[in-house]
């Protein structure tokens, strides 16, 4: 049985915490919007078949940045939703209705402001989730020390770091499991957490802080300083 592999890059924010009227996932970002590091990243990996981009209905930013061209086999869903988790479902189902993806065709979920995502880290998640019978995604161990804090930011307690890693994407699973898991659980945060509400386990693949989501404004700063890094190692490879 043929087994193909989907990004779903979810786009559809407008990123209200960056403070800019423009979407965040069309900022500029070391020369480039920063939609396009993450579109690049997927569409150049050999693994993957499709990449498709979730992205507001009235979305006006799409058609002159694809004008570009350089954004590869990435096609437009103009479907997100009031959520992460609305948009995802959104995406899925015009998937599996329309694209003709298979329930068990294995599909990744991005975030379109992780523009640090690199062929590594794609590679190590596409490897060892391949045969999982669950799914996995791309987390990071914790290393700092945890508080819970109360409303008046008063410590309240210290949270053990033993086994708790920060969660990332892509994260993957098969169609027909997300499709699932999605549609009783759209008050979560990730996908990965509608797949624990079903009872299922799914896997931890090492990544690296490297791949961080750009929330506020100093996230782009630090962003431009590992695309610069990896710019000038490739260089001098």
Same mark, same amino acid.
């Given at each position: 049985?043929?087994?193909?592999?989907?990004?779903?890059?979810?786009?559809?924010?407008?990123?209200?915490?960056?403070?800019?009227?423009?979407?965040?996932?069309?900022? &500029?970002?070391?020369?480039?919007?920063?939609?396009?590091?993450?579109?690049?990243?997927?569409?150049?990996?050999?693994? /993957?078949? !499709?990449?498709?981009?979730?992205?507001?209905?009235?979305?006006?930013?799409?058609?002159?940045?694809?004008?570009?061209?350089?954004?590869?086999? *990435?096609?437009?869903?103009?479907?997100?939703?009031?959520?992460? !988790?609305?948009?995802?479902?959104?995406?899925?189902?015009?998937? &599996?209705?329309?694209?003709?993806? *298979?329930?068990?065709?294995?599909?990744?979920?991005?975030?379109?402001?992780?523009?640090?995502?690199?062929?590594? &880290?794609?590679?190590?998640?596409?490897?060892?989730? !391949?045969?999982?019978?669950?799914?996995?995604?791309?987390?990071?161990?914790?290393?700092?020390?945890?508080?819970?804090?109360?409303?008046?930011?008063?410590?309240?307690?210290?949270?053990?770091?033993?086994?708790?890693? /920060?969660?990332?994407?892509?994260?993957?699973?098969?169609?027909? /499991?997300?499709?699932?898991?999605?549609?009783?659980?759209?008050?979560?945060?990730?996908?990965?957490? !509608?797949?624990?509400?079903?009872?299922?386990?799914?896997?931890?693949?090492?990544?690296?802080?490297?791949?961080?989501?750009?929330?506020?404004? *100093?996230?782009?700063?630090?962003?431009?300083?590992?695309?610069?890094?990896?710019?000038?190692?490739?260089?001098? *490879?």
């Amino acid at each position: 049985m043929s087994v193909r592999r989907v990004a779903l890059v979810v786009a559809a924010g407008a990123g209200a915490r960056m403070g800019a009227s423009l979407p965040k996932q069309y900022r &500029q970002l070391a020369g480039r919007p920063l939609l396009a590091h993450s579109l690049t990243a997927l569409t150049a990996h050999a693994g /993957i078949d !499709a990449v498709y981009v979730v992205l507001a209905p009235r979305d006006t930013e799409w058609e002159p940045f694809s004008a570009r061209g350089e954004w590869g086999r *990435a096609r437009p869903l103009f479907c997100g939703g009031e959520t992460r !988790a609305r948009s995802v479902a959104n995406g899925l189902r015009i998937l &599996q209705e329309l694209a003709g993806v *298979a329930e068990h065709d294995w599909v990744l979920v991005h975030d379109g402001a992780r523009p640090c995502l690199d062929a590594v &880290q794609l590679g190590r998640l596409v490897g060892e989730v !391949a045969d999982d019978p669950v799914g996995g995604i791309l987390a990071v161990p914790v290393a700092d020390t945890l508080k819970r804090g109360d409303d008046d930011r008063r410590i309240t307690g210290t949270v053990s770091r033993d086994r708790v890693w /920060i969660a990332q994407t892509p994260q993957m699973f098969r169609l027909g /499991i997300l499709r699932r898991a999605l549609s009783t659980s759209l008050d979560v945060s990730d996908e990965a957490a !509608a797949v624990e509400a079903l009872g299922m386990r799914p896997l931890l693949v090492p990544s690296d802080p490297g791949n961080l989501k750009v929330t506020w404004p *100093a996230d782009l700063l630090l962003a431009e300083l590992i695309l610069r890094a990896r710019e000038g190692s490739a260089c001098c *490879a």
